[in-house]
């Protein structure tokens, strides 16, 4: 047991020596400054909020360390992660610190650009919409369309007032009938396309599509 315990303590002091020396190596060494453009991201963004337009998504900074460390320093080793868990609905001015920049053990932060950043979050909403199929050619001679069903009928459309104060609808990409001699059940895309939103609760639909004879 000694002899266990004798051994382990030989470690731990050659351990204890190996990092005071690797310490005094690198203190001794004469400190350099460069600079990186680091990526921004952000966390922490209130429930219900969104951000729109186009934040800042890169910072310029300066930092300083033992020539030993700069030397083999990378720009992958340094990000901008800011927390704007406390920003409200609207235009919010945020302040980056050199605490918002996440460097290697003793690579410090001296200078950044900007100093800040505005940035804008917007409330989201959640509308109900019904769900319309648009219907292209014409069935068989002597036949005709009578009826068109959906489901779901509607669908929730998620974004911000602006996205969603003028929508009355969501329609289908055109469903061609034309030749249909009998009643047709299909799924078809919800069509998306020029609206401006965040998410549909539901990307396709099922269409059943009634044709009867012409008397």
């Given amino acids: 047991?000694?002899?266990?315990?004798?051994?382990?303590?030989?470690?731990?002091?050659?351990?204890?020596?190996?990092?005071?020396?690797?310490?005094?190596?690198?203190?001794?060494?004469?400190?350099?400054?460069?600079?990186?453009?680091?990526?921004?991201?952000?966390?922490?963004?209130?429930?219900?909020?969104?951000?729109?337009?186009?934040?800042?998504?890169?910072?310029?900074?300066?930092?300083?360390?033992?020539?030993?460390?700069?030397?083999?320093?990378?720009?992958?080793?340094?990000?901008?992660?800011?927390?704007?868990?406390?920003?409200?609905?609207?235009?919010?001015?945020?302040?980056?610190?050199p605490t918002d920049i996440i460097t290697p053990m003793g690579v410090?932060?001296?200078?950044?650009?900007?100093?800040?950043?505005?940035?804008r979050l917007e409330q989201i909403t959640r509308v109900e919409l019904p769900v319309r199929a648009r219907i292209s050619g014409r069935p068989a001679p002597g036949y005709r369309v009578v009826d068109v069903l959906v489901y779901p009928k509607t669908v929730i459309a998620t974004g911000t007032r602006k996205e969603t104060r003028e929508l009355k609808e969501v329609q289908t990409r055109p469903i061609d009938v034309t030749g249909l001699d009998s009643s047709a059940s299909l799924t078809a895309q919800v069509d998306a396309s020029g609206l401006e939103l965040r998410n549909l609760s539901a990307e396709k639909v099922e269409v059943k599509i009634v044709v009867r004879k012409e008397r």
Avoid: C, H
């Fill in 108 to 119: 410090d932060v001296q200078r950044l650009r900007p100093s800040s950043i505005d940035f």
């Fill in 1 to 97: 047991m000694k002899e266990l315990f004798a051994s382990n303590l030989k470690l731990k002091l050659l351990a204890v020596i190996f990092s005071l020396a690797l310490w005094f190596f690198v203190a001794g060494q004469s400190r350099t400054e460069v600079g990186f453009i680091v990526p921004i991201s952000y966390k922490g963004i209130p429930k219900d909020l969104i951000m729109t337009g186009v934040p800042p998504d890169e910072v310029e900074i300066r930092v300083t360390g033992p020539k030993l460390f700069i030397n083999n320093l990378s720009p992958s080793q340094i990000s901008a992660e800011l927390d704007i868990s406390g920003a409200k609905e609207g235009v919010n001015t945020l302040r980056i610190q």
